[in-house]
């Protein structure tokens, strides 16, 4: 990749089903070795900053992504970490609140991990259901469950492949945690700069509003569920297609992808 020519960009990228592949155990996830190298020669670029913004939480996202010069995002943005090891949390009212929503959220999900096959994923800013191994009879047990939780007007719900994760503040997204990065990189999105890489619906969040703001998403995984987003079959798809966008620089597009 050629070094400064075009800087100004954010590259920005979910972790799960984007920079790793799915996998049956979540813990297991890492980089896909052609994600690592690209998060490595994008970071080399000057001017340039990368990120991965993960609805995991920040302690976890740190040891999936050894690369250094890159920003982690963990919550979907609520908590980053620069690299350095400077972090930037939301303040005390942020935590305050959480608890409280997380106190009418966990029996609920209690009551789903009851149901035999359903994982639950405390990541603390949310919870995600997995529900990858639930038989069809215990699908009609664990529906209502899901059913009350989207119901609930005090949190956001998104949904990914066999999996459905719930907002502790409706607030937060990843359209959230993108804007928190510019804020505190200072940086302007408006000037078309930013590209965003993600394979659920809350990426799909992130992808309109990065589109709205003339900048460049892909959808990974093969489905093209968001309009202007360019679809790539899986991590090693989008690093072939992104380093293409980086070494023409962005031909075709404008300000910041010039």
């Known amino acids: 990749m050629r070094g400064g020519t075009a800087p100004g960009r954010l590259w920005v990228f979910d972790f799960d089903g984007t920079l790793s592949p799915i996998v049956p155990d979540r813990n297991a996830a890492g980089l896909h070795p052609a994600s690592r190298g690209l998060l490595r020669d994008l970071s080399a670029q000057d001017g340039d900053r990368v990120a991965v913004l993960s609805s995991r939480a920040l302690p976890d996202l740190v040891p999936r992504v050894p690369v250094p010069g890159v920003y982690l995002g963990g919550g979907s943005g609520v908590e980053w970490r620069f690299p350095g090891g400077h972090r930037a949390g939301m303040g005390n009212e942020a935590v305050r609140r959480a608890e409280s929503a997380r106190a009418a959220l966990l029996p609920l999900l209690a009551e789903c991990a009851k149901v035999p096959g359903v ?11 997995h529900h990858r191994k639930v038989s069809p009879d215990g699908w009609g047990v664990l529906e209502p469950l899901l059913m009350r939780l989207r119901s609930n007007l005090n949190i956001h719900s998104t949904s990914g492949p066999c999996v459905e994760e719930y907002q502790v503040l409706r607030e937060v997204n990843k359209a959230m945690g993108i804007q928190r990065l510019c804020r505190l990189l200072r940086f302007d999105p408006t000037r078309g700069g930013v590209l ?16 709205a703001r003339r900048g460049r998403a892909f959808a990974v995984g093969g489905r093209g569920w968001v309009p202007g987003a360019r679809v790539v079959a899986g991590p090693s798809g989008l690093a072939r297609a992104v380093r293409a966008l980086a070494e023409n620089g962005g031909t075709g597009c404008v300000l910041g992808w010039r």
């Open 119 to 129: 994982e639950i994923e405390d990541k603390y800013w949310s919870a995600a259901v």
């Open 196 to 211: 965003y890489a993600g394979d659920d619906e809350n990426d799909g969040i992130a992808m309109r509003w990065v589109l």
